[in-house]
């Protein structure tokens, strides 16, 4: 397997909306009922690209196999120092180590941005999810209940967080 890290391009943008459209339509990953459009996806990357945080794709053999990014936790001020991050990968390319990599690569970033800490907010039925931020040592710091709905049912939030160390 040829892989390799890079940051995001505008062509790169149709391969990271089909991994968001698939996760929203079929997973709890993500909140949102409906399927983003390009324009919308287009717009997330600009705004990620003026704000200074990093949009990141794994290419497979010069295939688009996942991708990462981190923003803003919370717009007040105080938590500049602080960002929550998102992984996902392609469900062709799961249980590779491609989202390991992706998170890997996002933790370097935060810290050469010097920020001093990462946030994970993830479904509570998503144990793998939770066990896969372990590995990194991100600690779970909360869990909300029922704090989101879809697939008509209540789902509950769990936050984790990895205090980032030089």
Known sequence: MNFRIKNAALEDL???LEIVNYNILNTTSIYDY???TLVQQKTIFEDKIKEGFPLIVVEVDNEIAGFGTFGTFRFKEGYKFTVEHSVYVSINHLGKGLG???L???IQIAKKQKLHTMIAVI???NQSSVEFHKQF???TVGIIKESAFKFDKWLDTVFMQLILKP
């Open 137 to 139: 040592g991100f600690e």
């Open 123 to 125: 479904d509570a039925e």
């Open 14 to 16: 149709g391969a990271i």
């Open 100 to 102: 390991k990599l992706l």
């Open 104 to 106: 890997a690569e996002l």
């Open 34 to 36: 409906e399927p983003r």
